[in-house]
């Protein structure tokens, strides 16, 4: 899957898609949102705090951090069709895969400069920071993320004792991009279908919440943040209908009834 991405960034930026990136409006807004979690420090923290270790964890991350109701509503916003949305998430996947390269080469620096327990807690506090403004909570105005992984690395720091260069933050981080990425890819088939956003951004608060807990030592089951998601997913179709059974034309086509048999009632 790995060599799939390189394979596609390496086109991407031969093609120069870098450039076409800087001439799509819609493509800046989303790369935007998507590098958000690079830039604010977010990633970086929850990748040596251990968030990110596990399948389950790569996929509540990767649905809530980066491919949240923000990303969706500028995906479909800026779209007018699912294959402007597919060219859209094409001109982003160079971008967002090299910063998570860079954030997963420089993670180490922050392993080795701060006391990762005590880092653990900050990120756990910014997630519910994000989560309470997913969920329109107007005091989480107060309590920037960015703010509080500043906060955290100051009240963790435990100064500098030399630098070793590792890979091993490589894989969780492209793991996690990557199922960002797919998950959008996966949202560009739903464009045609009349979906209510705000239950996406609240079941991606939900979602947060449960990482938080599991950074601050609160064991949950794997399963339950990608099954709150799909949850929300499911409640936000405004005009998804079950399928109309219909029982008679069903046992009809199976010939356990012939055409007198729902004409006929027992007498009482």
């Known amino acids: 899957m790995f060599l799939v991405y390189?394979?596609?960034?390496?086109?991407?930026?031969?093609?120069?898609?870098?450039?076409?990136?800087?001439?799509?409006d819609g493509s800046r807004k989303l790369a935007f949102i998507l590098c958000l979690p690079l830039i604010d420090g977010v990633f970086?923290?929850?990748?040596?705090?251990?968030?990110?270790?596990?399948?389950?964890?790569?996929?509540n991350v990767a649905i809530t951090i980066f491919t949240g109701a923000g990303a969706l509503a500028v995906l479909y916003a800026e779209s007018d069709t699912r294959r402007d949305a597919v060219k859209m998430i094409n001109n982003v996947v160079p971008v967002v895969v090299v910063g998570a390269l860079t954030i997963a080469l420089i993670a180490p620096l922050f392993e080795q400069i701060f006391n990762t327990s005590l880092l653990k807690y900050a990120a756990g506090?910014?997630?519910?920071?994000?989560?309470?403004?997913?969920?329109?909570?107007?005091?989480?105005?107060?309590?920037?993320?960015?703010?509080?992984?500043?906060?955290g690395m100051?009240?963790?720091?435990?100064?500098?004792?030399?630098?070793?260069?590792?890979?091993?933050?490589?894989?969780?981080?492209?793991?996690?991009?990557?199922?960002?990425?797919?998950?959008?890819?996966?949202?560009?088939?739903?464009k045609s279908f009349e979906m209510n956003l705000?239950?996406?951004?609240y079941g991606g608060s939900a979602v947060l919440v449960i990482i938080a807990a599991s950074l601050i030592g609160i064991n949950l089951p794997a399963y339950l943040g990608p099954l709150v998601f799909f949850a929300a997913i499911l409640a936000s179709f405004e005009n998804l209908k079950l399928p109309d059974f219909n029982m008679e034309r069903i046992f009809r086509t199976f010939g356990k009834l012939d055409d007198n048999s729902f004409s006929q009632r027992p007498e009482y």
């Open 6 to 24: 390189f394979y596609m960034v390496l086109e991407k930026l031969r093609s120069g898609a870098l450039w076409q990136l800087l001439d799509d």
């Open 44 to 59: 970086a923290t929850l990748l040596v705090t251990g968030a990110v270790n596990t399948f389950s964890q790569m996929i």
């Open 125 to 151: 506090l910014a997630i519910l920071s994000i989560a309470a403004q997913l969920a329109d909570i107007k005091t989480a105005e107060h309590l920037p993320p960015t703010a509080v992984i500043i906060t």
């Open 154 to 190: 100051l009240l963790s720091y435990q100064g500098v004792n030399g630098f070793t260069m590792t890979t091993a933050y490589v894989y969780p981080a492209l793991a996690t991009v990557g199922i960002a990425i797919m998950a959008l890819y996966f949202a560009t088939a739903l």
């Open 198 to 201: 705000t239950y996406v951004r």
